[in-house]
């Protein structure tokens, strides 16, 4: 039997050798928010953190991290409350079709745990080996640069300027999303 | 299921890492596993045979880590890119080491390979090495008796970077004197598959260049030390003009036979560009 410490949980499990990390979270343990696509560390959607590194579940044998601390992204939110990094990227539009944002965010959030003021070619180099087929990254490199700022200044300070809040009450005025950016200019 | 079956091994210590390697039939060394383990999956997939045991190098003790040891810079086997690239330690010649590893694959691989792995995978493309030969490295191995053998990293990658021992260190002279300069290639803009790699590590001193080696991983044969070259620079004086001169000296039917067009191109551009770099760093350029 060989422990695993995933998400701050341990499990006991009888583990065959050739077993990757990738294949374990998903089939043996049903955390399947870690994708799986390419199978070959090329794509980056199986990220999770290891010891606080983005690494990736595909190429790493589950048996070799017996008791190492390993985080997935059903290991970021606090209940209900998303990681400062996930609302990041809810706040800036940064999810298309969704798919890369798992492993997205695993490798911002190892970034932003290290630098919370990653300068663009930092967030560039440290998501590198992510790759988002809808090709959205300038919201990508925006919600990562500003999740780095909420995980300084608090939550107080999450989201764009027109904070979801500020759009909240002056939608139940009946007033659209870009009437209200439109006041916001004036 | 990504993998065959096969049986995994978490030796505590190098020489039980040795031993097992010695004792068992088609074993592989596992260090950071991103090459050994997409290798076997290809094989998979090809229908080729697989090995049945895997040893895993990550639970033994005091094969991780940077320092500096009698004017020495010690790289440990499993000392992760990602940690070679922020190590302090690095500084003078060894510095090149920063470009190199900042070049190598992307952010996620760069925290799982190892400069053993780098090193050791017997795969030609792999540069480090290049640099290694050029700042005349030492690499050291572990029997599975415990005994220490030194092989230079020319001679290793010389002899078709083959061993039956464990890779333990890496170990390079700290130079204050030296001006080293590395260029690396990618096959294209788009796929990360390195080319071709060329470094130079040279002293200059009252413009004239002594001591320099220039070492080429070519993607095909494994990192040389380039011997033809390094003579020709060698002999001549440090002007801004030797760039140009060393690329038609490249004309030779060394560089003509084993390269494509792209190829060599590359080649010519990489090595022009070490040599002006060295004329940079050197203040001879103007």
């Known amino acids: ?186 | 299921m990504l993998l065959r079956p096969l049986t995994f091994h978490a030796p505590r210590t190098i020489v039980e890492a040795a031993q097992l390697q010695a004792t068992l039939q088609e074993a592989r060394i596992l260090a950071g596993g991103t090459f050994l383990l997409n290798s076997l999956k290809l094989m998979k997939r090809k229908g080729s045979k697989t090995p049945g045991h895997v040893i895993s190098l990550r639970k033994i003790a005091g094969l991780k880590g940077v320092e500096i040891k009698d004017n020495r810079l010690i790289i440990r086997a499993m000392t992760i890119i990602n940690d070679l690239y922020d190590s302090p330690l690095l500084s003078d010649n060894t510095l090149i080491l920063r470009t190199v590893c900042k070049n190598i694959s992307t952010n996620p691989i760069r925290n799982m390979a190892t400069v053993g792995g780098n090193l050791t995978c017997r795969y030609t493309w792999t540069e480090m090495g290049c640099v290694m030969v050029a700042l005349e490295a030492d690499m050291h191995f572990i029997d599975h008796e415990g005994k220490e053998e030194v092989v230079s990293a020319e001679n290793f990658f010389k002899s078709a970077a083959k061993t039956n021992k464990i890779f333990s260190h890496v170990s390079l002279a700290i130079d204050k004197t030296a001006t080293v300069a590395y260029r690396r290639v990618k096959k294209s803009a788009n796929v990360d598959v390195p080319l071709l790699a060329v470094c130079i590590k040279t002293h200059l001193q009252d413009k004239k260049f002594t001591n320099t080696r220039v070492t080429i991983n070519s993607g095909v044969a494994f990192a040389q030390r380039d011997h033809k070259l390094e003579n020709f620079l060698n002999t001549q004086s440090a002007q801004p003009k030797l760039a140009i001169e060393a690329l038609d000296y490249l004309d030779t039917e060394i560089y003509d036979k084993r390269s494509d067009n792209y190829k060599k191109h590359m080649f010519r551009i990489s090595l022009k560009n070490a040599i002006l770099e060295i004329a940079e760093k050197s203040s001879w350029s103007n």
Do not use: W
């Open chain 1, 1 to 186: 039997m060989v422990k695993l410490v995933i998400n701050k949980k341990e499990y006991l499990l009888d583990l065959k050798g050739h077993e990757t990390l990738l294949e374990v979270l998903r089939d043996k343990l049903s955390l399947t928010g870690t994708k799986t696509a390419c199978e070959e560390s090329e794509c980056g959607t199986c990220t999770v953190n290891i010891n606080g590194k983005a690494v990736l579940s595909c190429i790493t044998l589950a048996a070799d991290i017996a008791g190492e601390e390993v985080i997935t992204i059903e290991g970021l939110a606090d209940g209900d409350k998303l990681d400062p990094v996930q609302q990041a990227y809810v706040d800036y539009g940064a999810v298309q079709c969704g798919f890369c944002i798992p492993g997205m965010i695993m490798s911002s959030k190892a970034l932003l745990d290290r630098n919370p003021h990653p300068t663009q070619e930092e967030i560039e180099y440290a998501l590198d080996g992510n790759i988002c087929r809808c090709a959205g990254y300038p919201k990508i490199f925006d919600a990562v640069r500003k999740a780095g700022e909420m995980m300084q200044k608090g939550p107080e300070h999450a989201g764009p300027e027109d904070t979801k809040e500020k759009f909240k009450t002056n939608m139940a005025k009946g007033i659209t999303y870009e009437e209200f950016l439109q006041m916001k200019q004036t």
